[in-house]
């Protein structure tokens, strides 16, 4: 089991950043991959980035691209989001996840975290 506890969410002016953490414990040796996922009120789940544990090679969905970036640690064995340039349509509950293998669905998920943006 891998367990996933975030942190950095709370509530930002348009314009503004924040930045989100994702520490991963247990049989973090078995992550291939870990990701953001966000949901907001009425709306269906959406990839918000992804990155490849080992090699790095990121993804990040095109409502995003150019202001969010995702990294890693792997020494800490932490994944970031670092989101600039926030807009109200960014407001969502956002979740780690991480998977055991390359493709396919992710496995364990964070309990999530609140992020608000005001106009």
């Known amino acids: 089991q891998v367990q996933l506890v975030e942190s950095g969410g709370g509530l930002v002016q348009a314009g503004g950043s924040l930045r989100l953490s994702c520490a991963a414990s247990?049989?973090?040796?078995?992550?291939?991959?870990m990701g953001w996922f966000r949901q907001a009120p009425g709306k269906e789940r959406e990839l918000v980035a992804a990155?490849?544990?080992?090699?790095?090679?990121?993804y990040c969905a095109d409502s995003v691209k150019g202001r969010f970036t995702i990294s890693r640690d792997n020494a800490k064995n932490t994944v970031y989001l670092q989101m600039n340039s926030l807009k109200p349509e960014d407001t969502a509950v956002y979740y780690c996840?991480?998977?055991?293998?390359?493709?396919?669905?992710?496995?364990?998920w964070g309990q999530g975290t609140q992020v608000t943006v005001s106009s």
């Open positions: 247990g049989r973090t040796f078995n992550v291939r991959a």
């Open positions: 996840v991480a998977r055991s293998a390359l493709e396919g669905p992710y496995d364990y």
């Open positions: 990155i490849f544990w080992r090699v790095g090679r990121t």
